[in-house]
């Protein structure tokens, strides 16, 4: 079993009983699936782009990334019905306990200048979006092969719609949040 995931079940779900005042387990909040989603803005026409991107996704994600379709054209955009605009995984279970781990501890501590990750970025529904401006900061993706350096986006998707429960639930799993910034001047 993953180590995020025993955790979990150890530490958190009785921590969170205990702050929520839930009656049973299963109504603790809990994360659902982990959703990666890289766009493709240039080249969305070339087949060789689409599937060197669905690789890199695959490698992140640790399974088979799908390319995603445009289901209706849009003009403004230059989209035609059925053109590429994107991969995408969705990761859920051990793969998707796994990934967070890999996330929290390995991925955003290497970030330049990292901070924490924004408080701003709940939607309202309990999911939290992260968004990455490079593909290499994971382990997996070798720098020498990459032909153009992209930018990712990461849903963490939760079982409660309120997000204050999914902060905390994140938070308790080793999500490092930037602190808020105080409105006292010195």
């Keep these: 079993m993953n180590r995020l995931k025993q955790k979990y079940q150890d530490e958190i779900v009785p921590a969170l009983k205990k702050e929520w005042n839930f009656a049973a387990d299963l109504a603790v909040p809990r994360v659902t699936k982990i959703v990666i989603n890289l766009g493709i803005k240039e080249g969305a026409g070339d087949k060789g782009v689409a599937q060197k991107i669905q690789k890199y996704v695959s490698l ?8 995603t379709r445009a289901h209706q ?34 991925v ?14 709940f939607d309202g529904r309990g999911n939290y979006s992260l968004g990455l401006a490079e593909q290499i900061v994971f382990p997996e993706v070798d720098y020498d092969t ?8 990461l849903t963490i ?15 308790l799993l080793g999500m490092p949040f930037a602190k808020p910034e105080s409105d006292t001047k010195t």
């Excluded at 992140?60 to 390319?67: F, M």
């Design 60 to 67: 992140i994600a640790g399974q088979q990334a799908v390319i």
């Design 73 to 106: 054209a849009e003009a403004g955009f230059n989209l035609r019905k059925g053109d590429t605009i994107g991969v995408m995984a969705t990761l859920r279970g051990e793969r998707m306990y796994a990934f967070l781990d890999k996330l929290v501890h390995l």
């Design 108 to 121: 955003l501590p290497q970030l330049r200048d990292f901070q924490g990750v924004s408080l701003n970025s």
């Design 146 to 153: 990459i032909d153009q350096i992209r930018g990712l986006q």
């Design 157 to 171: 998707v939760t079982n409660t719609n309120d997000n204050k429960q999914a902060h905390r639930l994140l938070e």
